[in-house]
Structure formats: C-alpha cells, structure tokens
C-alpha cells in the first residue's frame, strides 16, 4: 500500500541533543512537508521540499533542519537551538504539478524533551 | 506565511445537535480544503473546494466556499459519536499548504 512512514511514533530527547525524525513516502510525489501541532496553534509549518536537493524555510524553521537527498525520504533534525521542541510532528506530501493537491500525512511523532 | 484563521477553537455538543466550523483569510484563496484528524490521529483529507460559491456535500457534512473564496464553513447536521475530532481547513498552491488553528469537536453521547 502506498503511504507516508513516520518513525519513531514516540521519541524521548534529553536538552541539549539533536534528534532527527524519519517520513518516508512511496506516493511518487514530489513535494513534502513538515509541521508542528501544538494545542491550539493547529499546524504550523516548518520546512517544505519541491524537489529534490531543494528545500524552502516554512514560518518556524529556526532551531529545525532537514534534508531531501532522495525524493521518497525528507527527514527533519531537531537541533538543540529549537527552545521548545516538544510537540507533535507531522510529515506530509503531495503532488507537485497539480494546480490544487491535496495533503497526505504520515501517522507523526510525538517529540519529549527530558 | 498566508494567515488562515478558524472558529470557533473548541466546541462541546451533545449528540444529535448540529455543529459548524469557519474559516476565514485575509487573501484570496485558490482552494479550500477540509480535514479531519481524529483524537490521536493524523489529519485525513475530507473535500476541496474551488469555485467561488461552491458547495458540497458529504452525507451529513455540507461544505460551503464563499463567494469571495476568503471564507469557508463546514457544518454537520446531527453529529454522531464518530465525528469526534479535529477539522482543519486548509489552503494549497502546490508550493505550500498552510492550514487553520482547527476547530477541536467533542460529542457528548
């Protein structure tokens, strides 16, 4: 079945280490994205990829990097300059060439800093 | 980034009665799209709307785009225990996508 993979679905971090979290996609698409959810702030964006080996900074991407060296995988670090990285992230991906694609999301990871 | 506000943030209904969610934007939209993400979940994709006007419908849920394409509604008419959730609305150019607050749905049985 095609899809969007999010590993781990649970991730413990202690101050000061970086983490990084996996989105795969076998979807073929060319786009993908990645969002913060926190209560009440809905899905915020943090980086997004069009192509591969191109990346753009979304509104909260300080403290965040990511890299697209294969178009089915974007992964996203979570450095230790992020002040408050605890949060659930969700990866997504869609059709690039379509005037208006729709979203998939992968199943997130819920990120605890310790 | 493209300023997509919705309310209310929290509603409480008790089964049976209906329910609607709004989304409002400072700019023109290109589309609308709605998703639901379930307690725990990830947001799924519900519809997309394109048309100034347009409305859709879904068994009980009725989307609506208004005629301005700033705004957007979804309503359920006699919500069942199932449409527990989140529901986004959202906004894609096939660059980015950016997406309301949600409105965070709680069905009392």
């Known amino acids: 079945d095609g899809g969007i993979t999010q590993s781990p679905k649970y991730l413990f971090r202690k101050e000061g280490q970086n983490v990084t979290l996996s989105c795969e996609q076998n979807l073929n698409h060319d786009a993908m994205y990645w969002y913060r959810q926190d209560p009440g702030q809905g899905l915020r964006l943090i980086y997004y990829?069009?192509?591969?080996?191109?990346?753009q900074k979304g509104d909260i991407a300080e403290g965040y990097s990511v890299s697209r060296e294969k178009k089915e995988s974007f992964p996203l670090t979570v450095t230790s300059a992020q002040k408050n990285p605890t949060a659930f992230y969700l990866c997504?991906?869609?059709?690039?060439?379509?005037?208006?694609?729709?979203?998939?999301f992968g199943q997130g990871t819920r990120l605890t800093v310790v | 980034g493209q300023q997509v506000m919705q309310i209310p943030q929290y509603q409480h209904v008790q089964e049976g009665e209906d329910f609607t969610t709004y989304c409002n934007s400072s700019t023109t939209l290109s589309n609308i799209q709605w998703y639901k993400q379930r307690p725990g979940g990830h947001p799924v994709f519900l519809i997309q709307l394109v048309k100034s006007g347009e409305v859709k419908k879904q068994k009980r849920l009725t989307f609506q785009f208004g005629e301005a394409k700033k705004n957007s509604s979804l309503h359920i008419t006699a919500t069942q225990t199932t449409d527990v959730g989140t529901y986004f609305c959202?906004?894609?150019?096939?660059?980015?996508?950016?997406f309301g607050t949600g409105t965070s749905l709680t069905v009392i049985p």
């Open positions: 997504a991906s869609s059709i690039r060439d379509r005037g208006n694609p729709e979203a998939f």
């Open positions: 959202g906004s894609g150019t096939g660059n980015q996508f950016y």
């Open positions: 990829s069009q192509i591969v080996n191109d990346f």
